[in-house]
C-alpha cells in the first residue's frame, strides 16, 4: 500500500502488475481497495497494471469533516486527478456505490479512459433492501457513533450465526471504524439521491461493461440488466454471487473483466 497525493490529501492505493495497459478500481459505499483484494493478483498475471483505492474519507484515505468533499462530484474530481497522475487512459472499474463516482469521472473527461465497467452498480439512487440499511445507519452516523453501527452489525452477524474467520470480521470493524463519519453520512446521500445518467453515459460512446452477481440484493438484476441494454454495453451475470462478485466468485468476475478489457483494446488497435 502506499499514498498518492492530490489536491485534499492523500489517497491510499494497492497495486499490482508492472506493465500492460492500466486498470483503476474504486470500492463502493463502506468498502476500500481491500474489496479487490482477490483479482488484483490475477489481473496483473493476465497482463494489466492494476490499482485498487480507497476513496477520500474511505479507511486508509484521510478525509476532512466537510460533507461537501464526499459528493459524487468531489469524489469524481478527485478521481479524475489521480488518473492525470496516471498519466495514460484506464480501464476504469467501478463498484456500487464507487460505480457512480466512476459514471460522473467518465462523463465529465472521457478521454481518460478506455472503458468503464459498472460492477454491480445502478442507473440512479440505490433501490433495494440495502436502502434500509442506509436509513437504519443515517441517524447514528448524524451522532457521529461508528462504534454503535459496528456493535449493532456484530450483534446482528452473531445472531445469524456468523462463520467468517475471526481475523476477517476483526479487519472489516476495524476498517469501518476508520471510515469518516461525515463521509459516510453524505456518501449515503449521494447514494440515495443519485439522478439516472444512463443517456449521457450512452452519448459519451465509452465502451461499457455492466456486470453483477446473479442475486445481487442492492439494484436489482433485472434493473442492471434493463441499463445495460439501455447503454448497447456489454453485459455479464455473474453466477454464485450477490452484491461483491469480486469477493464471491472472483474467478468469474477476472474472466468477465479480461474478456471485456481485451475487446476494447482488440478494437481500438484494429
Avoid: C
Amino acid at each position: 500500500m502506499r499514498h498518492v497525493h492530490v489536491r485534499l490529501g492523500p489517497l491510499a492505493v494497492t497495486e499490482a502488475g508492472e506493465e500492460g495497459p492500466l486498470v483503476v478500481l474504486v470500492p463502493g459505499y463502506t468498502g476500500s481497495k481491500e474489496d479487490f483484494r482477490l483479482v488484483l493478483d490475477p489481473l496483473a498475471a493476465a497482463g494489466y497494471r492494476v490499482v485498487a483505492i480507497d476513496q477520500r474519507g474511505q479507511y486508509q484515505s484521510p478525509g476532512p469533516d466537510e460533507p461537501t468533499a464526499y459528493t459524487v462530484d468531489a469524489l469524481a474530481t478527485e478521481l479524475l486527478e489521480l488518473l492525470e497522475l496516471l498519466g495514460e487512459p484506464v480501464h476504469l472499474v467501478g463498484h456500487s456505490f464507487g460505480g457512480l463516482v466512476a459514471r460522473a469521472a467518465v462523463l465529465r473527461a472521457p478521454h481518460q479512459v478506455r472503458s468503464l465497467t459498472l460492477l454491480s452498480s445502478g442507473p440512479a439512487a440505490l433501490t433495494g433492501p440495502r436502502v434500509a440499511m442506509v436509513d437504519f445507519m443515517r441517524p447514528m452516523l448524524e451522532s457521529g457513533g461508528l462504534v454503535e453501527i459496528a456493535d449493532a452489525v456484530q450483534a446482528l452477524e452473531d445472531a445469524m450465526g456468523d462463520t467468517r474467520p475471526p481475523e476477517l470480521r476483526a479487519f472489516l470493524r476495524e476498517r469501518f471504524l476508520a471510515n469518516s463519519p461525515v463521509g459516510l453520512l453524505a456518501m449515503a446521500e449521494a447514494l440515495t439521491t443519485e439522478p439516472d445518467r444512463v443517456e449521457e453515459l450512452a452519448a459519451t460512446g465509452v465502451p461499457v461493461l455492466v456486470t453483477y452477481g446473479e442475486g445481487d440484493d442492492a439494484w436489482h438484476p433485472e434493473l442492471q440488466a434493463d441499463m445495460a441494454q439501455r447503454l448497447a454495453a456489454q453485459h455479464v451475470v455473474i453466477a454464485d454471487a450477490l452484491h461483491s462478485a469480486a469477493v464471491e466468485n472472483p474467478d468469474a468476475t477476472v474472466s468477465a473483466l479480461t474478456a471485456f478489457f481485451s475487446s476494447v483494446d482488440s478494437a481500438s488497435a484494429a
